[in-house]
Every structure is written in C-alpha cells, then in structure tokens.
C-alpha cells in the first residue's frame, strides 16, 4: 500500500500513524472540555412488595383459601409456582425465605416452582396477575 520499496513503505508507514495519532489526540483534547452527563433509559422495578399483600392478591383472584396456596395440596400446585415466582422476583425473597414462609417445603423445591411458576405467568389464567399486583400495591 505504500510502496513497493521496504525502506521507503516503512517510513511512509510511520508517518501515515503519527498523523492518525495526532488527529485523534487532538479529538481527544476537543471532547475533554465538554461536559457529559449519563442518562439510563432503563427503568427500575422496585422489588419491595409486600410478601403478605401478594399472598393475599393471590387468594381472592385464584379463590383459594391460604391453606390451599400455601401447604401442600394438588389443586393448588400451579398457583404455588406462581406464587413462588412473584415471592422471587417482586419482593426480592430468596428460597430460604420463602421456605420460611411456605413451611415444610425445602430450597430445591422452591427453586423448581419458581421455574414452573415462570412458565405458567404466560398461561391465559395467570398472565394478568402480576399487573394486578402492580395495580393494587400502587
């Protein structure tokens, strides 16, 4: 590129990358007077809901009984995992305390109702329910 002659392509080499190395340094030194300021487009979800509010959410909109949503029954399996899901990630719980509020159930099976609960948030009879949370904790 620039030229056939080792010697003489070196040093147009050389010169050709301090110039580009003065034009960016001189960019450098025109942005260093400019103030910024950083903007976050993102929202933050606040994740301090109330444990007992959701828990209460829930049973008037599913119509089941605390005992149903919370032990161990088989017609309330699916809104557990929902449950446990929006315990996670609203109220920013982590399994042991859900456990603790569960009772009798263990870590791993918190973990895996939050992953079946995950899923079910897109199942027609669950997927307004987190909206209606927002709605009643506002």
Request: glycine share 4%; with cysteine; net charge positive.
């Amino acid at each position: 590129m620039f030229g056939l002659n080792d010697v003489s392509a070196r040093a147009q080499y050389k010169d050709f990358i301090f110039k580009v190395k003065k034009i960016i340094d001189i960019q450098k030194e025109e942005f260093l007077q400019e103030p910024t300021e950083y903007r976050s487009m993102r929202k933050i979800l606040v994740r301090d809901f109330s444990p007992e509010k959701i828990i209460m959410i829930m049973m008037q909109r599913l119509n089941l009984n605390k005992y149903s949503l919370l032990k161990y029954r088989r017609d309330g399996v699916e809104a557990k995992a929902v449950l446990c899901f929006i315990l996670r990630k609203l109220c920013d719980l982590k399994c042991a305390e859900i456990c603790r509020i569960f009772g009798n159930i263990g870590q791993a099976r918190v973990s895996k109702l939050c992953r079946i609960g995950a899923e079910l948030v897109h199942n027609p009879k669950y997927e307004n329910i987190i909206n209606e949370i927002f709605q009643q904790s506002i």
